[in-house]
């Protein structure tokens, strides 16, 4: 088991940056897959970025890529999410997620792989 709380989401112009973080308890994060997911007013939840076990290997939604960047620091306890170029259009809700288990063919894109997850912050981008 694991306990997953994000932080540093607010409001920022557009263009500017934010770094959110989620502080990890109750597991050894190295065991853990660990992913970001958002969700926008009026939209379903979406796939933002995940990273492996091991740090080595990343992957990110088309509409992030080259503007966000994910990484985890086991030895923190932490995950991070670094966002910039920001647009009004990544106004959301963003959560960490995890799981545990490698399972072959898993997606790791997918909301409905993770088993666990924090409470959400808000990121606010205004035009």
């Known amino acids: 088991q694991v306990q997953l709380v994000e932080s540093g989401g607010g409001m920022v112009q557009a263009g500017g940056s934010l770094r959110l973080s989620c502080a990890a308890s109750?597991?050894?994060?190295?065991?853990?897959?660990l992913g970001w997911f958002r969700q926008a007013p009026g939209k379903e939840r979406e796939f933002v970025a995940t990273?492996?076990?091991?740090?080595?290997?990343?992957d990110y939604a088309d509409s992030v890529k080259g503007r966000f960047t994910i990484s985890r620091d086991d030895a923190k306890k932490t995950v991070y999410l670094q966002m910039n170029s920001l647009k009004p259009d990544d106004t959301a809700v963003y959560y960490c997620?995890?799981?545990?288990?490698?399972?072959?063919?898993?997606?790791?894109?997918?909301?409905?792989?993770?088993?666990?997850w924090g409470q959400g912050t808000h990121v606010t981008v205004s035009a």
């Open positions: 990273v492996s076990r091991s740090g080595a290997n990343t």
């Open positions: 109750g597991g050894t994060l190295s065991s853990y897959r």
């Open positions: 997620a995890a799981y545990k288990l490698p399972v072959p063919g898993q997606n790791i894109r997918s909301s409905s792989s993770y088993d666990y």
